[in-house]
């Protein structure tokens, strides 16, 4: 049985006693370990003094003995199968430390491993429809372990510290808030998880104290042992923010975007649908469904399109069957590449036309675009206009505002890359997260709002700059197509941005 069907990445001694000694001087009464392999954080707590009841939890029989040696009891039991409020008996009381590092894997993972080291099949987050979907619902073990020890321990009023992914801990945060868990004093201390475990990860340590009067903010920490935090993040109005200081500075700016940020195309079969200028040149596909190409890693560097995509649809869910007579070049080529399109895992192509593509709309093909990386650690917009006479597309990983008009969209550029803008940016994303751009956050950005701010002087010189990149000849106003976009955003509801073909298309 593999390490990983458990998590079982055993925590350095040296960490643990760090993970103590950051706790500060309390007097612990009572200490718990959940998952607590062969008892390095047991073990550490030797120091705290022997009055200090100590129960551990693993599953694994010889760690769960070797653990034993350092606590007065060690439940040989899986952790879900336990209602800790009830099946763990405490000798006495006084304050309570819950410490450990629950396993850093997902729940898929563990499945795919065929572990029976599972929660209970359950959405705690309640999700639904497209969110389950796409695996919204899916979350680290480690974070179920989290709320499980929050709900269950409180009426035992403890302090939890927890090494998890800092995603993991700022997921926590976020459902303690939406429930309303009784808990203050949210910190995160980042650690080196490369030099504690040799994962790849942004990891930290993560504690919640009980409060009876709860607050959702979070003290972050440089590291384990720095004396005062960097920054704070926490849920305000619903929403987790990167920076509370600086979000209530640019707070006003947040709000809804008048316009519907979209995703780009996703095809899942880059070797085919992905191809280079020389491959152009010898296939020579019908040109008609065949657009240039701008990779996020080209949006984020500033780099002109190098490849091509193969577009068989102009939406969603339109039949392909034509093609066989409109393009036959480019069936017979999706036929000869049928094995790897029919292949394709994901369910969205369930049930859809043959080598049918997701992502597509009026935006997809609008001639001018506002396009930004969803995946790299800066935002970064770029205005697009078209290549070789047709619009420039963009891959799933990337998003994009579509518009007909060019100026309308050098205008928009100008507000989506004006300071205020860029900082609520900087307030609301979390650098670290594995796509740290997202539709979500975009669409929190109110441009009206922005432009409200901004001196409209400033905002025409940075939509000619913009325009001038694309050889667009100059509006005779730019301030008029300021009035015009701001004037077709007033009607714009609290609840509804404007899809494509009602705002970004406007000419």
Not at 106 to 124: I, Y
Not at 333 to 348: M, N, V
Not at 444 to 452: G, K, L, T, W
Request: charged share 20%; proline share 5%.
């Amino acid at each position: 049985m593999s390490n990983n069907e458990w998590g079982d990445f055993q925590t350095p001694r040296d960490l643990a006693e760090q993970v103590l000694c950051s706790l500060g001087e309390a007097r612990w009464c009572r200490l718990l370990e959940p998952t607590c392999g062969v008892g390095h954080f047991l073990e550490a707590s030797q120091t705290l003094g022997s009055d200090v009841y100590r129960i551990g939890i693993e599953v694994q029989p010889k760690h769960a003995a070797a653990a034993s040696r350092f606590a007065d009891i060690v439940l040989e039991a899986n952790l879900f199968d336990l209602d800790l409020g009830t099946d763990l008996q405490w000798p006495n009381d006084g304050p309570l430390v819950i410490v450990g590092n629950p396993p850093w894997v997902t729940n898929s993972q563990l499945g795919s491993l065929g572990s029976a080291n599972v929660p209970a099949k359950s959405n705690v987050r309640r999700l639904r429809g497209i969110d389950a979907m796409t695996g919204s619902s899916n979350f680290d073990i480690a974070e179920h372990i989290a709320l499980k020890l929050m709900s269950e321990m409180q009426a035992e009023e403890p302090t939890v510290a927890l090494l998890v992914k800092t995603q993991t801990a700022r997921s926590i945060l976020s459902y303690a808030e939406q429930f309303s868990m009784p808990y203050s004093g949210f910190a995160i201390r980042l650690i080196d998880a490369k030099k504690s475990f040799g994962a790849s990860v942004d990891a930290c340590l993560f504690t919640a104290e009980y409060s009876q009067t709860p607050e959702y903010a979070c003290d972050v920490f440089s590291s384990i042992d720095a004396e005062s935090p960097s920054h704070q993040i926490g849920v305000l109005n619903g929403h987790l923010v990167a920076d509370i200081k600086k979000y209530r500075q640019f707070s006003f700016a947040d709000g809804l975007s008048p316009l519907e940020w979209r995703s780009g195309v996703k095809h899942d079969a880059a070797q085919v649908m992905e191809i280079t200028v020389a491959q152009r040149d010898e296939l020579d596909l019908e040109s008609d469904y065949i657009f240039a190409l701008c990779k996020c890693s080209d949006l984020f560097h500033n780099r002109p399109p190098t490849r091509y995509m193969i577009i068989p649809q102009r939406s969603f869910g339109e039949r392909t069957e034509h093609l066989r007579l409109d393009a036959p070049r480019l069936w017979a080529y999706l036929e000869a590449h049928a094995g790897i399109l029919d292949a394709r895992s994901s369910s969205i192509y369930k049930n859809q036309p043959r080598f049918a593509v997701f992502g597509l709309g009026d935006y997809t093909f609008a001639p001018y675009k506002i396009a930004i990386s969803g995946l790299h650690k800066e935002a970064r917009f770029v205005l697009l206009g078209l290549s070789e006479g047709k619009p420039i597309v963009v891959d799933d990983a990337s998003y994009i505002l579509g518009f007909d008009d060019g100026h309308q969209a050098a205008m928009c550029f100008a507000m989506l890359t004006s300071q205020p803008a860029s900082d609520l940016l900087d307030s609301l994303v979390f650098w670290d997260a594995k796509r740290p751009i997202s539709k979500k956050v975009l669409q929190r950005i109110n441009m009206s709002a922005v432009a409200d701010e901004c001196s409209p002087e400033l905002l025409a010189a940075s939509a000619a700059h913009a325009a001038a990149e694309l050889r667009l000849d100059p509006p005779a106003s730019w301030l008029h197509i300021l009035e015009q976009l701001r004037s077709s955003w007033l009607d714009v509801s609290t609840e509804t941005a404007l899809p494509f073909a009602e705002a970004g298309g406007l000419s």
